[in-house]
């Protein structure tokens, strides 16, 4: 069984765990923007970068959700994506507001497929039901090559790490 911690306290992960090494599964999630269908893992033919974050609207997830924007501004050949359980409209209030443009927001709360297919949704806990913070890269053919369960949910990501492992 997977685990991250909520301030300091073990919180169990719920789903399918995926680890490097393994196929990405290719799940469907709705993007803030304009509520459409984007698919996200598999096999795409480019490199995926996929962040996940519990909400943006903490301050922990918006800083991460600010900083990517940044630092994939300039990478070719990468889809850069969030997701959350956030509401779309929320997401794209978010998204306007703090000007994100080089990353496509999005939103698994219809079903919750994409937190169960890889591991991140978190049990029980006051947190239970939405997802923990990670970081998963996916190469052209689908498999993943990178992952970060970040070990304390209020803490950010190693983002050197995610960016060198996407370049």
């Given at each position: 069984m997977a685990t991250t911690k909520f301030k300091g306290t073990d919180?169990?992960?719920?789903?399918?765990?995926?680890?490097?090494?393994d196929k990405a599964p290719a799940i469907t999630v709705v993007n803030s923007a304009g509520l459409g269908d984007v698919v996200v893992g598999g096999a795409n033919g480019t490199k995926q970068l996929i962040i996940v974050v519990p909400s943006l609207d903490t301050g922990v997830c918006a800083t991460e959700t600010r900083n990517f924007n940044a630092k994939v501004a300039d990478?070719?050949?990468?889809?850069?994506?969030?997701?959350?359980?956030?509401?779309?409209?929320?997401?794209?209030?978010?998204?306007?507001?703090?000007?994100i443009d080089?990353?496509?927001?999005?939103?698994?709360?219809?079903n919750k497929d994409f937190a169960n297919a890889y591991g991140v949704l978190l049990g029980g806990s006051v947190l239970?039901?939405?997802?923990?913070?990670a970081i998963f890269v996916v190469d052209a053919d689908g498999i993943v090559t990178?992952?970060?369960i970040c070990p304390e949910i209020t803490e950010e990501p190693?983002?050197?790490?995610?960016?060198a492992a996407v370049s």
């Amino acid at each position: 069984m997977a685990t991250t911690k909520f301030k300091g306290t073990d919180v169990e992960l719920i789903g399918n765990e995926v680890n490097v090494g393994d196929k990405a599964p290719a799940i469907t999630v709705v993007n803030s923007a304009g509520l459409g269908d984007v698919v996200v893992g598999g096999a795409n033919g480019t490199k995926q970068l996929i962040i996940v974050v519990p909400s943006l609207d903490t301050g922990v997830c918006a800083t991460e959700t600010r900083n990517f924007n940044a630092k994939v501004a300039d990478l070719s050949g990468v889809t850069a994506t969030i997701v959350s359980l956030d509401l779309p409209f929320a997401s794209g209030r978010f998204c306007s507001a703090e000007g994100i443009d080089k990353l496509t927001v999005t939103s698994d709360f219809r079903n919750k497929d994409f937190a169960n297919a890889y591991g991140v949704l978190l049990g029980g806990s006051v947190l239970a039901g939405v997802t923990c913070r990670a970081i998963f890269v996916v190469d052209a053919d689908g498999i993943v090559t990178y992952k970060e369960i970040c070990p304390e949910i209020t803490e950010e990501p190693n983002y050197d790490a995610a960016i060198a492992a996407v370049s």
